[in-house]
Structures are given as C-alpha cells and as structure tokens.
C-alpha cells in the first residue's frame, strides 16, 4: 500500500533503507530536525545542517522516487542551551523559503525544564510570526504526560495558535485523549522497544478511531525500523480491518494534515491500490 512517511531521520539512514522504502510503496518522507547523537558546539554547525536537510537530502531522496519534505529547528535536547538556542532560532528564517520546507519541528520538551520550555516558546513565536506549521516530539517514559500537557499549555498561551496546523507527535495510550480533545493532530511513533509497537498502535486506532491520527517510523540512528509503517498495515489487515481504514492512517489523514502547507503536493503517481 503507498504510503506516506511522516517521520524519518533520513541524514541517518542508507541508501538500502531509500531502496527498501520505495520498494514497500513510500511515496514521501518528511523530515524533522534532530538530536545528531551528540550536542552541536556553535550554531554554525546547526547551518550545516539545515543545509544538508535542504539541499542534499531532497537529491538523494528522489533518486528513489520519493518526494523528501523537512521540519527545522533546534531540536528539545539541546533546548537547555539558552544562548546557543537564541542564536540558531535567529538563523531559521533564512531557510523557511526553501522548497521542502513544512515548517518548524520536531520541537518540544526532553526533561521538561524552564530553559526546555523558554526555547519550546521561542521556536513557536517563531513559527506563528512566519505562518509556519509545527510538528512537536513529546518526551519518553515517565516525563511524557507531564510534558505533553506542558506543552499543550504552552501552546495555548499564544491567542493565534491553530491547533488544526500543530502536530504532537509520539502519542501513547495515557496522553492521546489530552491532544485529539484539544484539537491537535497526533502520531503513533512505531519503534521495536520504546514507544509504541505496531500491536498497540493499532488496539489504539481500534479505541479512538482514526482522525487527525497517523503512524510512524522516526526510524534514526539508534533502534529503530525503517519498516514500521508496512508492517502497522499487515498488521491492521491481519485484525480483519478495511484497507480503507489503514490507508486514512498511512496516506489520506498525512495528505489532509500536510496539505495545508501550500509548498506539500501529494504525490501523484500514487493511486488508490
Ligand atoms: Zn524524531
């Protein structure tokens, strides 16, 4: 079934992963900013890689037929360095004309601190002054419901936030009502250990229905399955579900929430299968 991959580290993975993808039906991927593994000493070396998330990356992508989207911004973890913070947010503007860019993400909270939260709130002043969209990476294990209604509330302090163009994404079965209620889009981040696994994912479409909710992959540098979104569509087919159902997860629900960026064009060559 085509599909589309809202979240994918690429700068991480191979050219075999590009092939594999396209392969199981990828018709595009969007790319957040991230943590590199290791935290970024100058807001130079944040350049670099806007970058390479702007101009190479799209290049490799399309030698696989798959259309290559990004998020920028300077990511939760290294939101604890204020100044650092200050000067790579300055920067960011300068990059949003670009042609694969859907806005700002995946900004968030990692052990949700005042500083966390104080550049969290600069990232999205940024984006609303520059009518961006926004994608949110929400904290793991034991800091994700208290940094998913902070961030819900810091959200809501700004009087002009559409939550209809804010994704959250890395929801689980504790912090999904809270986003869906107040009007959010969400993910199910589909990952082997952490996070959600593709069983649970589906027992969580099964209880809350499927809008304004999509999977996947955030496969990077660590553990992760480039697969994860065909495998959520065996599995969901497996339970008996419609392929209805599985394609508004895995293409309808991304192309509605993406859509309204005007830069987002749906791929074409896709079909209904
Ligand atoms: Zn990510």
């Known amino acids: 079934m085509d599909y589309i991959e809202m979240h994918a580290h690429m700068v991480s993975r191979t050219t075999d992963d590009y092939t594999q993808m396209a392969l199981m039906g990828c018709a595009a991927i969007t790319e957040p900013a991230f943590w590199a593994g290791w935290d970024r000493s100058t807001a130079d070396g944040f350049d670099d890689y806007f970058r390479q998330l702007t101009e190479f990356e799209p290049k490799r992508a399309a030698r696989f037929g798959i259309k290559h989207y990004t998020w ?15 000067a790579v947010v300055r920067r960011i503007p300068r990059y949003l004309d670009h042609a694969n860019v859907l806005g700002i993400g995946e900004i968030g909270l990692n052990r949700v601190t005042r500083n966390e939260i104080e550049t969290f709130k600069d990232h999205v002043a940024l984006a609303l002054e520059h009518h961006q969209m926004i994608l949110i990476h929400t904290p793991h294990l034991e800091d994700k419901h208290k940094g998913t209604r902070t961030i819900i509330e810091a959200l809501q302090s700004f009087p002009n936030m559409d939550p ?36 649970r994912a589906v027992d969580i479409i099964e209880m809350h229905g499927a809008d304004r909710i999509y999977v996947d992959s955030a496969c990077d540098w660590g553990h992760s399955v480039p697969a994860a979104v065909p495998q959520f569509v065996m599995e969901m087919r497996r339970r008996g579900h419609a392929d209805t159902l599985a394609r508004k997860i895995v293409w309808d629900n991304p192309i509605a929430f993406l ?15």
Not at 259 to 272: I, L, N, R, S, Y
Request: glycine share 6%.
């Open 72 to 86: 920028l911004c300077l990511n939760p973890k290294e939101g604890e360095e204020r100044d650092l913070a200050r």
């Open 164 to 199: 209809a163009r804010v994704s959250i994404d890395h929801a689980e079965e504790h912090t999904i009502e809270m986003i869906l209620d107040n009007g959010f889009w969400t993910g199910l981040t589909l990952y082997p250990q952490t996070k959600v696994s593709v069983a």
């Open 259 to 273: 859509g309204q960026c005007p830069k987002f064009t749906p791929p074409v060559f896709a079909h209904a299968v």
